[in-house]
């Protein structure tokens, strides 16, 4: 099996594994307390979560307060549906940003989605003319999760200190991968997306930017900002995999770099999607038009299983439309449906490129025949 969906997942890593294994607990272990506990086995667990949590804030710029949460989708959904005013989008975004739109709308305020530019990149200009003085938050990916690009977060984050309004960026395809540097007010993360386990993200709220209003009430938990118990297993996970991510954060983006290179020449005869300049070089979504139409990217996946890779969004998978984001950068449906999505990281070869490519190249060139 090769495995090429890391936008959608990434493998837990070794170091997480085992910080997860000493916190699963059981009736002779004295690592199975709550951590809200005020007792000795509750204090340990507590510290265990602090120490999770200074791991993963340690990735994020500034001061500021890291609140564990189920994952990015409920980060993302605590800030838009917790911060007053106005909302910017852009048009790429996640669903668990553009599916908000209908909640915002609900409560009286206005959900305006942007576009962006043909290479993927949001779209400055329309920023400039969209913002106004009761616009609240302007919601931003760092790196787009189906063609990889790179938002101009610097002119974004200055556009919106201009207006008074606040800027939340959806980092889970950057952190862990490149440093986050931008000066923004909330960030969501996700723990799966950099080799720890799933169920488990963080808010970071910024030191000087309001706290969303509650959106789970119940014990008052993090921060008095999400109530429920957590998961020492979980936090300890992300912690480790986002220590490993800081240790290794150099050789990591040169090993995806030379991943890239070689990706790129063994799909030359495939049409790269998006920026090739502006991007993260970790995902490649590619199209194939062939002399017969497009690729039929399901036939594609029947011929190659061995090969885990992508139509799109795994959030968005199998819903028989054409991806939103590639419509977004103006692809017709059948370009859209005829592109695939490889992603790459920590753990694939170059050998699992050079296969991948010879495998997925003749699959597709038989459907020429």
Known sequence: MIYLDYQATTPLCPEAREAML???????????GNPHSPHRMGRMAAAAVETARERV?????????????????????????????????????????????????????????????????????????????????????????????????????????????????????????????????????????????????ALWIAADAPQPAVLIHGGGQEAGLRSGTLSPMLCAGFGAAAQAAQDGLSDQMLHVERLWSAAREAFSDWELNGSAADRWHGNLNIRRMGAGGGVDVARLMSDCRQIMFSAGSACASGSGRPSHVLKAIGLSDAEAKSSIRLGFGRYTTLQDIETAAALLGAAAREQDL
């Open 22 to 32: 000493r916190w699963l607990g059981g009736p002779d272990s004295d690592a199975f």
């Open 57 to 201: 804030a340690a990735l994020l710029p500034g001061s500021g307060t890291l609140v564990f949460t189920s994952g990015a989708t409920e980060a993302i959904n605590t800030v838009i549906l917790g911060i007053p005013g106005d909302i910017i989008t852009f048009a790429t975004e996640h669903a668990a940003v553009l599916d908000c739109a209908r909640a915002v709308e609900a409560q009286g305020r206005r959900f305006t989605i942007l576009p962006v530019t043909p290479d993927g990149r949001a779209d400055i200009t329309a920023l400039e003319a969209a913002i106004t003085p009761q616009t609240g938050l302007v919601a931003v990916m760092a790196i787009n999760n189906e063609i990889g690009v790179h938002h101009p977060l610097a002119a974004v984050v200055a556009l919106a200190r201009k207006a008074g309004a606040r800027v939340l960026v959806d980092a889970v395809q950057a952190y862990g991968k490149v440093p986050v540097e931008v000066a923004a007010d909330y960030i969501a993360i996700s723990a799966h997306k950099c080799h720890g386990p799933k169920g488990i993200g």
